[in-house]
C-alpha cells in the first residue's frame, strides 16, 4: 500500500512540474507576443512621418497634375491625340500613379494632350456616362482620325501600370494619330 502512495505522489509530482512548465512556457510566449506588438507598434509609429509625407507629395503632384492638364473641352477641339485620365482625391492608387503621369507628361506633353477629370465632380459625369468609366484610375487614349471631325477611343486602361506600359500606349496613340487605322493594344 505504501508503494501504491508513493508512486501517487511521485506521479502528482511529475503532472505538477510539466503544469509549471507549460505555464512557464505560456508565460514566456505570451512576453515575446506583448514584446514583437511594442516593436512592432514602435516601428509603424516611428515610420508615420515618413508615410505621411509620402502621401503629402503623391496627393500634391497630384493635384499639381490636374491643375496643369488641358480642359476636356479644349482636348476635344484639339488636332492632338489625348491621354484622358478619370481619377479621384481618395483614390490611392491614383496618387501612386501621380509621379509617373508626371514624367509622362513632361516627356510627352508637346505632342498629347493631358486631360484629368475627377469622377467626383458633378460637372464631368457626363464624361464618366460616355467613357464607361467603372474604375480609377480609368485611362482612355483618344485619338483625332485625320480628316474627320470625330475622336476615336485607341485604348483603355484601369489601375495601376509600370511606365513602360503607359509609354507604349502613348507611343501606339501617336502612331494611330499619323497612319489613322491602327486598332487594338500597343503589342499588336
Known amino acids: 500500500m505504501a508503494w501504491r502512495q508513493l508512486a501517487w505522489r511521485q506521479l502528482a509530482w511529475r503532472q505538477l512540474a510539466w503544469r509549471q512548465l ?3 512556457q505560456l508565460a514566456w510566449r505570451q512576453w515575446s507576443l506583448l514584446v514583437a506588438i511594442a516593436l512592432a ?8 512621418p515618413a508615410r505621411a509625407s509620402t502621401l503629402l507629395t503623391e496627393f500634391a503632384a497630384l493635384k499639381q497634375l490636374a491643375a ?3 480642359t476636356y473641352s479644349v482636348a476635344v477641339t484639339d488636332s492632338k491625340p489625348a491621354l484622358v485620365e478619370f481619377y479621384a482625391d481618395w483614390c490611392s492608387i ?3 500613379m501621380a509621379p509617373t503621369m508626371t514624367q509622362l507628361h513632361e ?3 508637346d505632342r498629347v494632350n493631358f486631360v484629368m477629370l475627377d469622377i467626383d465632380d ?3 459625369q457626363s464624361q464618366v456616362q460616355e467613357f464607361g468609366v467603372q474604375g480609377v484610375p480609368y485611362y482612355a487614349f483618344v485619338s483625332p482620325r485625320l480628316g474627320e471631325t470625330d475622336r476615336s477611343l485607341v ?4 489601375g495601376r501600370h509600370p511606365a513602360p506600359v503607359m509609354t507604349a500606349y ?3 496613340l501617336l502612331a494611330d494619330n499619323l497612319d489613322g487605322n491602327i486598332q487594338g493594344s500597343p503589342s499588336a
Open 22 to 24: 507549460a505555464w512557464r
Open 41 to 48: 507598434t514602435f516601428a509603424f509609429w516611428a515610420s508615420a
Open 68 to 70: 496643369e492638364s488641358v
Open 94 to 96: 491614383c496618387r501612386a
Open 107 to 109: 516627356a510627352y506633353g
Open 122 to 124: 458633378p460637372h464631368t
Open 155 to 158: 485604348a483603355t486602361l484601369i
Open 170 to 172: 502613348l507611343e501606339r
